[in-house]
């Protein structure tokens, strides 16, 4: 009889443990693998304010695990319960990471759950204000007279800015001392301080520092002009003589690998919702990024878009032998 109603006891907390509510009463956190009030950050912060009204006012919260180019971050999550409370919101460094950062503690492909993307993001190439140069045309100049004295700014080895700024160096055959910080929200600071000349960074990042002349802005690494009032008259890298220069970052969410299924449905139904919030929308227009409305929602086309990422860069990043260790 004991033994029966041991059975019926383990029985029960088995019900018990299937049938915990997803979200359950623990907050919902999505990692950034960045610093507090950088561009990523800014995403994760306006993602969060429209996930918590699509999943019904639960608790989302933002957690910056910065460093090491945005892997920590992502290591992070890959190792988390992979009960749906611990997301990652990474960038364009998930395809790039692979190629630039050699013994990656993680794999993009097999150690997460890859539940849907969020946004393009343009990025621009911007100085610091006491910058000699107003233009490319005078920046290109200028670099060419200081050569081995110039310091670009990056969020570390496999972040969007260090790749944005490898090929830059790569394109205008100059190599430049880069100095890493934790994610370009620091770097921003010593940017307009003035102690580093230049860097490559996103839209949601510089858009109000180039509205503010808080930075001097040079150039957009999209292949066409943005059409956000800020950065209109920004020319790109490629009609300023940069063949073929084009980065453009985008955001995707990711559970670690083995979370249920049922609970990265309800993830990807509370993303969907919240890229359709009007408000979520509006934010990240202003800030130059687009918010995805395509297939690339889908979980599986997320999946299939950052390997084809993944192949796209590799290459590239090779052929500029632009990796690093
Ligand atoms: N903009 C950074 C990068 O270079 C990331 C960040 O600080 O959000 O990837």
Redesign the pocket.
């Known amino acids: 009889m004991k033994r029966l109603l041991l059975i019926a006891a383990a029985a029960l907390t088995a019900l018990t443990v299937q049938a915990e509510p997803f979200p359950g009463t623990k907050p919902v956190t999505i990692v950034?693998?960045?610093?507090a009030g950088?561009?990523?950050?800014?995403v994760a912060r306006d993602l969060a304010e429209a996930m918590r009204k699509s999943m019904g006012g639960a608790p989302v919260v933002v957690d910056n695990a910065?460093g090491a180019?945005?892997s920590i971050g992502a290591n992070k999550v890959a190792k988390a319960a992979p009960d749906g409370h611990t997301l990652l919101l990474h960038?364009?460094?998930m395809a790039t990471m692979p190629t630039l950062v050699r013994n990656l503690p993680f794999k993009v492909e097999t150690d997460f759950e890859y539940l849907g993307m969020v946004n393009d993001v343009p990025m621009t190439l911007i100085g610091r204000p006491s910058l000699p140069a107003n233009n490319f045309k005078e920046l290109a100049a200028w670099i060419g007279q200081n050569k081995g004295r110039i310091n670009l700014g990056?969020?570390?080895v496999g972040?969007?800015?260090?790749?944005?700024g490898l090929l830059f160096q790569n394109a205008m055959h100059v190599d430049m001392t880069t100095v890493p910080?934790?994610?370009?929200?620091p770097?921003m600071t010593d940017l307009i301080g003035g102690q580093i000349d230049l860097m490559?960074?996103?839209t949601?990042?510089t858009t109000s520092q180039i509205e503010g002349k808080k930075v001097k802005a040079f150039a957009v690494t999209t292949a066409k002009r943005l059409t956000t009032p800020a950065l209109k008259d920004l020319p790109t890298l490629q009609e300023s003589g940069l063949k073929g220069f084009e980065v453009t970052?985008w955001h995707g969410l990711y559970a670690p690998k083995g979370t249920p299924a049922d609970v990265v449905a309800k993830l990807n139904a509370a993303l969907k919702a919240a890229l359709k919030d009007p408000e979520f929308i509006k934010k990240q227009e202003g800030l130059g990024a687009v918010v995805v409305t395509d297939k690339r929602v889908e979980p599986a086309e997320h999946k299939k878009f950052v390997a084809a990422e993944i192949a796209k860069w590799s290459p590239i990043i090779k052929a500029a032998g632009v990796y690093a260790d």
Request: a neutral charge; one cysteine or more.
């Open positions: 950034v693998p960045f610093a950088g561009p990523t950050d800014r910065a180019g945005g960038h364009i460094g990056n969020a570390g972040a969007a800015s260090h790749l944005c910080y934790k994610g370009t929200a770097a490559c960074d996103q949601t990042n970052i």
